[in-house]
């Protein structure tokens, strides 16, 4: 797929000038990251032969957005490299047979349309290149519809997303710009009164056979409505072999906004308690001439494990979606907290933690985002996981080996440059 994709997106770029520049634009992003992890000597990493794993992560997107009439389309052609000792790592850990030591590399073995190439995968190096947007659209009057490979986000969720299930990005996310794409039918209808009714199908294959398989598949639809000063989503879904009844409400409060998602699975009728709920706070203001934002966030997640002795062996339903991408976290109940300071026109202080509150540990992210030129970002920060061995954030035991999977303390800057 190699030539496929990167022909597709020079053949785009070659018919703007036959359709027309006004309507269209070009532009993309390179950005470039780099990390130290320290681990202690009982770490799986450091077991492995990487403390402090040094690693090098890059991000370049080339995008084309734009339309004629009543048609639009988008074509995004993505590189996306890791280089390391972390990779190292997780090969070493993938030949162990330890779950879910992939590259982190997006690949299609489940969409629809292969548009991924692998550019290198060996040693310390993987790389890919691939059509990230693929997509076109049409719209006339309250009416639209899309088809190909596009993002879809949905749900209140700030930090944790219950009703985001189709690739929502990790809480503990560094780089939230972009969310990788899904090929899918998007159509909306919008009514009067700020309503409107969204519907999608996600066509997967099975990863066995290569087959489209409809129990692999994604259908849903989301009504919106809003009535007495609140946003209110009604949701059902046919996710995989399993139906989601959703909804999500959304209302100011004073001068703050308050916001509940509720999401329950029917886990082919094997479990009562499958209520994931998501519930915050968030709120800007001004003090002392600075720019504040803060929000407060707690999610419980109906398939999770309260007691962490079922952290090695998760529930079939938990495991599922940990190695599809769509849950994160082990444990049943979490807290974050976040806060944003201006500290000058160019550079802004963003800090956020997050509490297991079953097991008491906690991951902490600090950073720093500074503006250097009006194209340019150069920001760093240092990420911390707390608690006692076998909590979540402190130390997984991986089972018979005497060593424990956990995030490590590491500090790391990234610069982007976007035209």
């Known amino acids: 797929m190699l030539k496929i994709s990167v022909s597709i997106f020079i053949l785009a770029v070659a018919c703007v000038p036959e359709i027309g520049y006004a309507d269209w634009k070009f532009g993309g992003h390179a950005k470039y990251q780099y990390s130290v992890t320290d681990y202690r000597a009982d770490d799986l990493s450091a077991a492995l032969g990487a403390n402090p794993a040094r690693d090098q992560d890059l991000d370049m997107r080339l995008k084309l957005d734009g339309g004629a009439g009543p048609w639009d389309a988008s074509v ?35 969409r629809l349309f292969d548009l991924t190439d692998t550019v290198i995968d060996r040693d310390r190096t993987a790389a890919v290149q691939r059509l990230d947007r693929f997509v076109v659209g049409y719209r006339e009057g309250g009416r639209s519809v899309r088809f190909g490979r596009q993002a879809l986000s949905w749900g209140n969720g700030l930090v944790f997303q219950p009703l985001d299930f189709i690739n929502p990005f990790a809480p503990t996310a560094i780089d939230k710009e972009y969310k990788t794409g899904e090929d899918m039918l998007y159509t909306q209808i919008a009514f009067p009164s700020a309503t ?34 609140a946003d209110l989503d009604l949701l059902g879904a046919r996710h ?96 974050a907290l976040g806060a944003r300071v201006e500290l000058h026109p160019l550079f802004n202080a963003v800090g956020g933690v997050i509490w297991n509150l079953n097991d008491g540990s906690a991951f902490l992210q600090i950073r720093g985002i500074y503006d250097w030129r009006q194209n340019v970002q150069l920001s760093g920060g240092v990420n911390i996981g707390f608690g006692d061995r076998g909590d979540e954030f402190s130390g997984i035991p991986v089972a018979g080996t005497g060593a424990f999977i956990a995030p490590g303390r590491s500090i790391f800057f990234r610069a982007g440059f976007y035209f």
């Open 76 to 110: 995004h052609y993505e590189f996306l490299a890791v280089h390391g000792d972390s990779e190292r790592v997780r090969r070493s850990a993938a030949a162990l047979g330890v779950a879910g030591a992939g590259t982190g590399l997006p690949d299609d073995r489940r």
């Open 196 to 229: 409107d009714l969204q519907a999608i199908v996600v066509p997967r294959r099975d990863l066995a056979t290569h087959d489209i398989e409809g129990s692999e598949s994604t259908y849903a639809v989301k009504f919106r409505s809003r009535a007495g000063g």
């Open 240 to 335: 995989f072999d399993e139906n989601l009844v959703g909804f999500g409400l959304a209302r100011s409060i004073g001068g703050a906004v308050w916001r509940l998602d509720g999401l329950y699975v029917d886990v082919n009728r094997t479990r009562s308690d499958a209520w994931s709920i998501v519930t915050n706070l968030d709120y800007s203001w001004i003090w002392g001439g600075r720019n504040y934002y803060g929000y407060v966030e707690y999610f419980r997640n109906g398939l999770g494990e309260s007691d962490r002795a079922r952290y090695t062996t998760p529930n079939p339903a938990l495991a599922a979606r940990i190695a599809r991408g769509e849950l994160f976290t082990l444990g049943r109940d979490y807290a």
